[in-house]
C-alpha cells in the first residue's frame, strides 16, 4: 500500500532526485525554443514559417496527447507506483529520437513530413517522462511551502542542465559558426545523453521512497471513461482560471526563446563571447529565484508572487527595447550596450522564473481541490493539462515568432550589421506590442487564482477528517 504524502520537510535526497528528473526538459526547451527554428531555417535551408508550423502542429498533436498519458499515469498500477514505470521505460528511445533531430538523414532541406514526424515523436516520449516525474510532487508532500521548494529544485535543475548545455553549444558545439552544421550534430549526442542519464538516476533517486502498489487497483483503461475523467479534470475551476493566466505566460515564452537568436544577433548584436556569457546570467537568475522565492512564498503567498512578478518581468524585458527605439540606447553590440541588456536580463528573468515556478506550486493545490470535490485524485490528468496549456500556447508562441520574423523582411541569409534599421525596428515593434498584452492578460488572471494557502490547509484539514470518519474511503487514488 502506498504511504500517504508527508506535511513535514522530504529528505535533501529526494528533493535532489525529484530536481534531476526535470533536466531532460531543461535540455529539451533550449534545444527546441533557442536552436530548432534557427538550425532547421538558416543552417537546412527549411523557410522559417514552415519550421514554425511543423513545431506547432507537433505541439497541438503532443498537446492532445499529453491529458492520456496523464489519465494513464493516474491508472499505472505496479509495485513500482504510478510513476516510476514511466520513468524507466521513455528515457532511452527519447534520447534516440532526440540525436536524430539533430542528425537528420537527408542532404539539404528536410521534408516538412520528416521535421513534424520527428517533433511529435521526441515530445510525445518527452511527456513521458515529465508528467510522470511532475506528479510526483503531490504524491511526495501535501506541504504549501514543500511543494515550492520541490518545484524550487525542478527549476534549478531544469535551467542548470539546458543552460550548461546551451553555454556549451556557444562555446565549443558552435564556437565557429552558429551555421556549423557538424556542432549540431555534436549538440544531439551530448543531449541525448544527458537526457537518459539524468532521468533514469532520478527515478533510481526515488525508487525506495515511492516504489510501491498504489491504495487502490484503478478500472481497466478505457477511452471513453479516460476522456470523461479528463473533462471532469479540466472543468475544475482553479485549473480554469489558471489555464488562463497560464496560456498568456507560456506564449511569451515560447515567442522570446523562438526569437532570441534573431533579437541577440540583429537586433542587440551580440559577439560570440557575449552569447558564451548569456547562459551565466540566465543561470545567475535562477539561482536567486531558488534562494528566495519560498521567503516570498511564505511572505506574501503564491497567488500574489506569481501575478506581480508577470508584470515586473515583462516591465523590465521592454525597457531596454522602449530605449533603443527612442534612440536612448548605447550603440548596440558594444560593452556599454551588452553589460546594460544583461542587466535588465538578470532582473527579468528573476520575475520570470517565479511566475513558472509559482504557477507549477499552484498546480499541486488543484489535486486536493478536485479531491474534495470528487473524492479522486488526479495529479497526472494536472499536470499534464499544465503540459497540455503550456503546449498550446508554446505553439502559438513559436508561430508569432515565425511570422514576426517573415513580415519584418528578415532575409535568410542576414548577418549581424547588415540589416536595414527600418527592418529591425519592425521586429521590435511587433515583439514588444505581444508581450505588454500578453503580460496584463496574465497577470490579471493569475491574480484570481482562487486556492491561497489558508484555503489549502483548511482543505487538507477536512480530508483528514472525512478520512478518519470513514476509513474505508480513503485513499483517493483513482
Request: proline share 5%; hydrophobic share 55%.
Amino acid at each position: 500500500m502506498s504511504a500517504p504524502a508527508r506535511s513535514g520537510p522530504l529528505p535533501m535526497r529526494i528533493k535532489l532526485a525529484n530536481g534531476v528528473g526535470s533536466i531532460a526538459f531543461g535540455v529539451k526547451d533550449n534545444g527546441f525554443s533557442v536552436f530548432l527554428l534557427t538550425f532547421y531555417n538558416l543552417v537546412l535551408g527549411m523557410e522559417a514559417w514552415l519550421v514554425s508550423l511543423a513545431l506547432v502542429l507537433a505541439l497541438i498533436v503532443d498537446a492532445f496527447v499529453d491529458p492520456l498519458l496523464g489519465n494513464l499515469s493516474d491508472r499505472t498500477y505496479s509495485r513500482w507506483g504510478r510513476r516510476l514505470p514511466w520513468l524507466y521505460l521513455a528515457p532511452l528511445p527519447l534520447g534516440i529520437a532526440w540525436y536524430v533531430l539533430w542528425s537528420p538523414p537527408v542532404d539539404g532541406p528536410p521534408s516538412f513530413a520528416l521535421l513534424l514526424g520527428m517533433a511529435i515523436v521526441i515530445r510525445l516520449l518527452l511527456s513521458a517522462c515529465e508528467v510522470p516525474s511532475a506528479a510526483l510532487v503531490p504524491e511526495l508532500t501535501r506541504d504549501y511551502d514543500e511543494r515550492t521548494t520541490l518545484f524550487r529544485y525542478r527549476y534549478l535543475f531544469g535551467w542548470t542542465g539546458g543552460l550548461a548545455l546551451l553555454f556549451l553549444t556557444y562555446s565549443v558545439f558552435l564556437s565557429e559558426s552558429l551555421l556549423d552544421r557538424d556542432g549540431y550534430r555534436t549538440y544531439g549526442l551530448v543531449g541525448a545523453v544527458v537526457i537518459v542519464v539524468t532521468t533514469l538516476l532520478s527515478a533510481l533517486g526515488q525508487h525506495k521512497f515511492v516504489a510501491r502498489y498504489p491504495d487502490a487497483r484503478p478500472p481497466r483503461f478505457h477511452l471513453r471513461t479516460a476522456f470523461a475523467e479528463i473533462a471532469e479534470s479540466f472543468s475544475e475551476r482553479a485549473f480554469l482560471i489558471f489555464a488562463l493566466g497560464a496560456v498568456a505566460a507560456y506564449i511569451t515564452q515560447g515567442m522570446t526563446f523562438a526569437l532570441s537568436n534573431y533579437l541577440f544577433y540583429f537586433v542587440w548584436e551580440f559577439t560570440e563571447s557575449a552569447l558564451a556569457i548569456y547562459p551565466f546570467v540566465l543561470l545567475a537568475s535562477v539561482i536567486v529565484v531558488f534562494l528566495s522565492l519560498g521567503a516570498l512564498h511564505r511572505r506574501f503567498g503564491k497567488i500574489r508572487v506569481a501575478s506581480g512578478a508577470t508584470i515586473l518581468g515583462a516591465a523590465f524585458w521592454l525597457i531596454p527595447y522602449g530605449l533603443r527605439l527612442a534612440g536612448m540606447w548605447p550603440e548596440v553590440g558594444g560593452t556599454a550596450s551588452t553589460a546594460m541588456l544583461f542587466a535588465f536580463v538578470l532582473v527579468s528573468n528573476c520575475f520570470t522564473v517565479m511566475v513558472l515556478v509559482s504557477a507549477s506550486s499552484m498546480v499541486a493545490e488543484i489535486v486536493e481541490a478536485f479531491e474534495e470535490r470528487t473524492g479522486r485524485r488526479a495529479e497526472g490528468a494536472f499536470y499534464s493539462g499544465n503540459w497540455f496549456v503550456q503546449k498550446c500556447a508554446t505553439g502559438l508562441g513559436i508561430l508569432s515568432a515565425g511570422i514576426i520574423v517573415s513580415l519584418s523582411g528578415l532575409p535568410t541569409d542576414a548577418t549581424p550589421g547588415s540589416v536595414a534599421e527600418p527592418v529591425i525596428d519592425a521586429v521590435i515593434v511587433q515583439y514588444c506590442v505581444m508581450i505588454a498584452l500578453l503580460g496584463a492578460f496574465s497577470a490579471w488572471w493569475l491574480a484570481r487564482f482562487p486556492i491561497d494557502r489558508a484555503d489549502h490547509e483548511a482543505r487538507l484539514a477536512a480530508l483528514d477528517a472525512a478520512a478518519r470518519a470513514d476509513p474505508e474511503a480513503g485513499g483517493g487514488t483513482p
